[in-house]
């Protein structure tokens, strides 16, 4: 289905814990229904990757100490997301292993305990785009992999997928913006071709399709930004990009994923505004795996709030899975407690506050900013027209902020500069196509325009 | 007439027809190719670092500067003596096996053509016999390994005990780099060179070779 | 001097960056005086205790990397603390040179991009509890390095002090309450001889003695404690002894300590309630250090925020102590948005209600229960009876709250027990004193009542 | 008339002054002490151990229990034959060089003392000549070392390395605990035994005596 309006038109109903369509799954889970969720990610530590044995063995004890954790915090409901590596869902007997494992002991903890979770299993982009990458080896095992997630015992699969990626990332090192909106239209072609597959595949079982998100695109840009000091790129570029690859990660929706959305994608306010979906945010307790200058603002929507990813070190509190569910655990009961009190709006105000006018890219994610694209996306008649729609509106929300954004010399000239190439954009997505193809087949090695039917 | 600070303001401003068209008219002007090299494109490259290392430069500034750098070279290689190409440094780069991050490995091979190098990119999950393979082809001086996985990062090992396997070891220099790898883990490995960007393993590799 | 009477007598102005007598400190800080700062707690890992060289690196790589990512995060105060083990306590130099290293780094971005930020040296407890502790070389060492550390930059000096912890831990191991009262008796001895020192130390310089913490006593005994789970040790006398470490800690400040007062101590928040000194606290965020049940209440009304420690680990976002520090730091600016829109005890409340009913532990640290608990205190006529009345104070509130507090059967036995034991202890010191000397130096090895004039 | 039942209870509730009157009426009434031991105090505290694990007897419960049987055990060893006091497992423990934490070490005395082992407390800040002599002195078939920080772990190996050097590492079995400990690191420095609890460290090292 096309999305045509908002679900929330009004960023006062655009909440954290509150999602138009909450979702049951896993063990007793429901999410989006009123109650945030801790969502903990987490990457074994091990010597040596191709010992399966040390692999599942660090599994084990993360998930162990994790669910542990959380019965020693009194927190009742979780979120595990499994994110593979390429080398464990090449082989699919370790995908499977994995997630039986983690699978049992979630199921004792709940007979046990009464800890009710889900687990999430987010299956790796094993494609390399200068491939075919529908007919390859590489695309059957991705699809395998899903196969496996579902009959596993994964609650909710997910992907962060990486077509077009190949002209996002020479051009967003390049600052050539024409570049980043090309990319999106090359995206576009796989998220549909690819999520049609997924959805068809959780059919089968009880698996959520949860979501896909922009991560090689809009998060590599905000990697890349860095902090105020050592910036590496435009921030306010980083930005309008976020916005912009929201109707991308929107096609998971339109062929049918039901949330929750996948964390790591900052964009996932947009997919809850428009489609009313629970989303897993990420914002400070990230750190763990990359800064940013937005910390706060992703809480202000979440239904799942997550640590992005972090690897199974020992500190003195134990080992940092279970120590970062313990301090998302501590946000979700102070979110939680406010809509008990019904002063969940304060206190998502004084969060959206406290970061909005940090940076461009915290900006764009505030809850009014959020709803603004959010309609620029779903007006827009056409794909193309959406990027383009969403990515102009983030300009004319950092340019009616200058002010307070207090923006150095270099970006208010990024900012024009911006503004002025997307007004040079042609309204024409084929005149756009024509002028793109070939010469981004010339530029980019790894850019295949067959791959996408071009 | 074309000159040098024309060239400079070229690479500076990442005008790429501009660069090729000064280097054009030095040529023309019967200006030594050696000397448009060494005077011309690689100060310039090395104020873009600086403007860079200062915050000054963003990376996409860089990034055209290279482009443009990299225009100029392509013009004047075909007329530098079989004995001055012999002398210009031959890297390797690639991301190693199991990674698909190309992002830090673009970079550096921006970075080292800009400054001059003759490059060689074998992409991202390339495997340790195909690094060997490109270091005795290409004659390389240098090889610049990209990981940004810890699970993919230990393959950065697997490449060196490789070339040492292969008894060429001796021959290159190995720069890692990467979100994961320290200092202290190239050490570990035997790496001569750890680059937190790649511009400090440009300017680490400068001082060795 | 001798405190009779609460500085914050209603809870409702006992608030996160509001303290009765703000300090300024450092560079250009300001601690206490309607903001709330970060401070982050570091440990080198190193391989080679031994060498010297190393841990200095260490420590300039954490300064380096913690400074950087505050401005890169528009955090523009910061207070670092380096709490020494003991081997760089016990070699002057090496306390002085890590010092110095620090201050001159937090110069330079002092200077370069406008970063206020203070450093607090935490000298190590040196002494041997079974040796004489006043006339060893351990002590002397100790005071030098309190010597040292003012010369060498440090804007805040604080200790964890360990007197009468070998009888606390001896009892603390058998749930014997009385053990643990008479414990007090002796940390009030040493708590009044040591902050008479170390006031007199910072005298010769511009260091600030910020406070000392019931480290060895109360935090012992709730890391003992454990989750809801795996309690190993009655959470209701963790909650009690809690209380019961407020008079000790108070010592500092009669002896003339003028905060901040040391994170760690969980007891800050009686501090803050009685003397009006900015306090440090750690909650959520110190779950690097040990796990806990009391993760939000400790925001309610701290001045620094903190993470405890947290040793040098390699994260994919970075170093732990910039990863650590960047999550403070989002907190913070929670914080203090809600100051600036006078909804900081919208906020406070709201964090309050999340976690008082957790566990006995969280409960005596609310706000209001804090207030009562100080007010036992200060109204006590000795030292003895103050901690006494703190401790009935504690089971008063929990008893109050038993059907909100869920407590297992076994707690509510153990509730009872000392609401009992603590009544039947005599009224007068004298009495108790006579009573326990004997006996502990008989049970407990370490114990020697001549240390403490006995 | 005293019984094994009567003793069980006294231990369990941690009665001392109960427990050593039972073993006196047991004594009495000709009860052999060895038995008593192996029959009575054994597997009290084993039982003791199961609640404690089982989340039903906290650290104090324990700990009292333990200080029960070893008020039992103090009546009984007198009256042992040379050679059963010969057979009774003896364990040496220490919190290593440079850290002052007792905690962790002070329960794994009580739970060993209580186990029926002959214990001898070196207490915190040990060295490790100190750990040597001690071993040697004291017949030691087991030695615990507990550190509780990263700064002091490292001391466990060179306490290791010292009975190597010193000849004696063949025969005496080395647990090692600690918050910062792990089964790696264990194995890492050539330690038997690792333990998250003293009671896991008891049971490994049942296992192996
Ligand atoms: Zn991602
Ligand atoms: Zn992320
Ligand atoms: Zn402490």
């Known amino acids: 289905m096309k999305y045509d309006k908002l679900e929330f038109s009004s960023a006062d109903d655009l909440l954290f814990g509150k999602s138009g369509e909450p979702v049951k799954c896993g063990l007793d889970l429901e999410i989006g229904n009123g109650r945030v969720v801790p969502e903990i990610n987490y990457m074994p530590k091990v010597d040596d990757w191709s010992n399966f044995d040390e692999v599942l063995e660090s599994y084990r004890g993360i998930t162990e100490s994790v669910l542990r954790r959380a019965v020693n915090l009194g927190i009742y409901s979780v979120v595990l997301e499994t994110e593979f590596v390429e080398s464990l869902n090449m082989n699919l007997e370790h995908t499977r292993e994995i997630l039986e494992m983690q699978k049992s002991r979630m199921e004792e903890y709940h007979d046990e305990y009464g800890l009710k979770s889900a687990l999430r299993s987010t299956v790796a982009d094993l494609r390399k785009m200068d491939e075919s990458i529908y007919q390859s080896e590489r695309w059957n095992k991705m699809m395998e992999a899903f196969e496996v997630s579902v009959e596993g015992g994964a609650d909710i699969v997910s992907i962060e997928s990486r077509g077009g990626q190949e002209v996002f990332s020479h051009s967003m090192m390049r600052g050539d913006l024409e570049g980043m909106i090309f990319s999106q239209l090359l995206a576009e072609v796989d998220m549909r071709r690819l999520w049609e597959e997924i959805v068809n595949i959780t059919r089968k079982g009880k698996s959520l399709p949860g979501g896909d998100t922009a991560c090689a695109f809009a998060n590599s840009f905000m990697k890349l930004a860095d902090g105020l000091v050592d910036r590496k790129v435009s921030h306010v570029v980083a930005a309008v990009i976020r916005a912009a690859t929201a109707p991308r990660s929107l096609i998971a929706f339109e062929e049918g994923a039901t949330g929750p959305d996948k964390d790591c994608g900052y964009e996932g306010i947009y997919m809850k505004a428009i489609t009313g979906k629970p989303i897993s945010m990420e914002g400070k307790t990230s750190a763990c795996a990359h800064s940013s200058l937005i910390g706060n603002i992703p809480a202000t929507a979440c239904d799942l709030w997550s640590n992005e990813s972090v690897e199974n070190l020992k500190l003195f509190g134990g080992n940092t899975p279970e120590v970062f569910l313990e301090m998302l655990s501590y946000d979700c009961r102070t979110m939680n407690e406010s809509l008990d009190l019904s002063k969940e709006k304060e206190y998502r105000d004084i969060l959206t506050a406290s970061n909005k006018f940090l940076d461009p890219q915290a900006l764009v994610l505030a809850p009014e900013p959020a709803v603004r694209i959010s309609k620029a996306v779903v007006n827009a008649e056409s794909f193309y027209r959406s990027v383009v729609a969403a990515a102009r509106e983030a300009v004319k929300i950092i340019k009616e902020n200058g002010e307070n954004l207090s923006l150095p010399q270099k970006e208010r000239g990024y900012l024009e500069k911006t503004e002025e190439e997307l007004e040079a954009l042609p309204e024409k997505k084929s005149k756009f196509l024509d002028e793109n193809i070939s010469k981004y087949d010339d530029r980019v090695k790894e850019f295949e325009p067959e791959n996408y039917g071009l | ?209």
């Open chain 2, 1 to 209: 007439m074309s000159n040098f600070g024309e060239l400079k303001e070229a690479i500076m401003n990442g005008d790429e027809d501009l660069a090729e068209e000064v280097v054009d008219g030095l040529l023309k002007d019967g200006e030594d190719p050696e000397k448009i090299i060494s005077d011309g494109v690689v100060p310039s490259m090395r104020a873009v670092g600086k403007k860079f290392d200062s915050g000054e430069y963003f990376i996409p500034d860089m990034l055209v500067s290279a482009d443009a750098s990299q225009a100029a070279l392509e013009k004047i290689e075909p007329l530098l003596s079989g004995e001055s190409l012999e002398k210009s440094k031959r890297a390797v780069f690639a991301t190693v096996q199991g990674d698909q991050h190309d992002i830090g490995k673009n970079l550096a091979v921006m970075i080292f053509k800009g400054a001059g190098y003759r490059v060689k990119d074998l992409g991202t999950d390339v495997s340790p016999e195909e690094v060997v393979e490109a270091v005795k082809e290409f004659d390389a001086d240098v090889v610049g390994l990209s990981a940004l996985l810890t699970t993919t990062m230990e393959v950065q090992r697997d490449v060196i005990e490789a070339l040492e396997a292969d008894g060429v070891r001796g021959e290159v220099l190995v720069a890692v780099g990467g979100a994961p790898v320290t200092q202290e883990y190239a050490e570990d490995i035997g790496a001569d060179v750890y680059g937190a960007s790649p511009f400090e393993a440009l300017n680490k590799l400068e001082n060795i070779l």
